[in-house]
């Protein structure tokens, strides 16, 4: 292996960072916490496999690992009021790097309502990860319909207002929607 070649761009080492963090959830034996960094990695990895560029992964990565830190390390508030931080401040996140992906490739509004439709699906697909974790675990995620709704509502709406204020703040010069 020629190491002149190697090169480590932050998104690898955001990538890296997250591994780690889920080594030591395996390591105190949180298996909860696993779950959601296996969601966050698998996550990312296939927004790189479908072309999202670091200036859109970056940014979610490094925020998916403050979620994950807020959530399993050093809660803010209550359980409940901390999940409903961590699933906004997620689909903001995702919202965000979805905007910033489709914008460049189709006109507006088109790109912002497939984003917040693509946000409304990754938050479904985030619960049925939860579901398929704590299962397959025996975690202490214990997922019901009640907490799912909630914590797909409040992804989705994390996600349209990222997406809406990715509209806001992009110039309109230059852009796929001018």
């Known amino acids: 292996m020629d ?4 090169h480590l761009d932050p998104f690898s080492i955001t990538i890296g960072a997250l591994l780690a963090l889920a080594v030591a959830f395996v390591t ?13 990695i698998g996550g990312l990895l296939a927004a790189r496999l479908a072309g999202f ?22 809660p803010p508030t209550t359980p409940r ?7 906004a401040g997620g689909g903001a996140l995702v919202g ?10 189709m006109p507006w509004p088109r790109w912002g309502v497939r984003a917040v439709v693509a946000v409304f699906a990754l938050t479904i ?8 974790g704590d299962a397959v675990l025996s975690t202490s995620l214990d997922p ?8 797909i509502a409040f992804g989705t709406l994390g996600g349209a ?10 110039p309109r010069q230059g852009s796929v929607d001018a």
């Not at 965000?96 to 490739?105: D, H, P």
């Not at 697909?125 to 398929?132: H, K």
């Open 161 to 170: 207002a990222t997406v809406a204020l990715a509209r806001l703040l992009w």
């Open 53 to 74: 560029s670091n200036r859109a992964l970056l940014p979610l990565a490094i925020g998916l690992g403050l979620i994950l830190w807020m959530v399993w390390i050093d």
């Open 144 to 151: 019901e319909s009640a907490d799912s709704a909630l914590d």
């Open 3 to 6: 190491v002149r070649r190697l």
């Open 96 to 105: 965000w790097a979805l905007a910033e992906y489709l914008r460049a490739r």
């Open 28 to 40: 105190t034996r949180n298996g909860a916490a696993l779950v959601m960094c296996a969601l966050c």
């Open 81 to 87: 009021r901390t999940s409903t931080l961590a699933h």
């Open 125 to 132: 697909l985030w619960e049925l990860g939860e579901v398929v």
